[in-house]
């Protein structure tokens, strides 16, 4: 395989903040008098926060999002870890001076109390958060504007990710694609959407770039 660069999704790929996302999205809606099911929250995440609460009420968008972004903030630290095996192949393909990259519909001050919260710090060399661009994922732009920030090149380069927005992404960029079987929605589903590959743990990732 030609892969110098890998691009991660954050959330649900390298760091599990699956119950910390879903406690928010729950306690949002009980707060605007609106009951929300584990399941329909699950169905939630992904998407930038305000496209999901403009297909709940399109006149409470901002309000929900700072209602969302409150509750995340102040447990935080609480819910965030990192997926078994991340840190440890993540700084092995650092080693081996792998480009890496993270491309996120988060905003910039979470990412990096994840980051840090989880000691993933000092291993990119480019993010793109929601600050960065006009376009969210599915839109290519995140991860161009990734691969432009790295010098990289359609061919040689990698989208990990957990959501179909993900995999659509790097789709829609040119680049190979890979799914993590740990992703919330599930194996399955997310192979509907037919990465390049499918990792059932990190580690499988070091396999597949024959490190």
Avoid: C
């Avoid at 691009?7 to 790929?13: A, I, N, V």
């Avoid at 504007?145 to 789709?171: W, Y």
Wanted: no cysteine; proline share 4%.
């Amino acid at each position: 395989m030609n892969i110098h660069t890998i691009l991660f999704d954050l959330d649900g790929t390298l760091i599990d903040t699956n119950e910390l996302i879903i406690s928010s999205f729950m306690h949002t809606f009980e707060q605007y008098g609106r009951e929300l099911s584990r399941r329909e929250a699950i169905e939630f995440i992904g998407p930038p926060l305000r496209d999901t609460f403009h297909q709940v009420d399109p006149d409470q968008v901002e309000a929900m999002v700072e209602t969302y972004r409150e509750h995340n903030l102040y447990h935080h630290d609480n819910y965030v870890t990192a997926f078994p095996n991340v840190v440890e192949t993540i700084d092995q393909l650092q080693k081996k001076n792998f480009k890496l990259g993270i491309v996120t519909t988060k905003m910039n001050r979470t990412v990096e109390m994840g980051l840090k919260v989880t000691g993933l710090s000092n291993y990119f060399e480019t993010i793109i958060t929601l600050d960065d661009v006009v376009h969210a994922k599915p839109h290519p732009e995140p991860v161009l504007k990734a691969m432009q920030e790295l010098e990289a090149s359609v061919d040689s380069t990698l989208m990990v990710g957990d959501n179909h927005h993900d995999i659509d992404a790097g789709k829609n960029a040119g680049v190979q694609t890979a799914g993590v079987a740990w992703s919330l929605k599930g194996k399955e589903k997310l192979s509907e959407y037919k990465p390049t590959y499918m990792l059932d743990e990190m580690r499988d990732l070091l396999k597949i770039l024959g490190v």
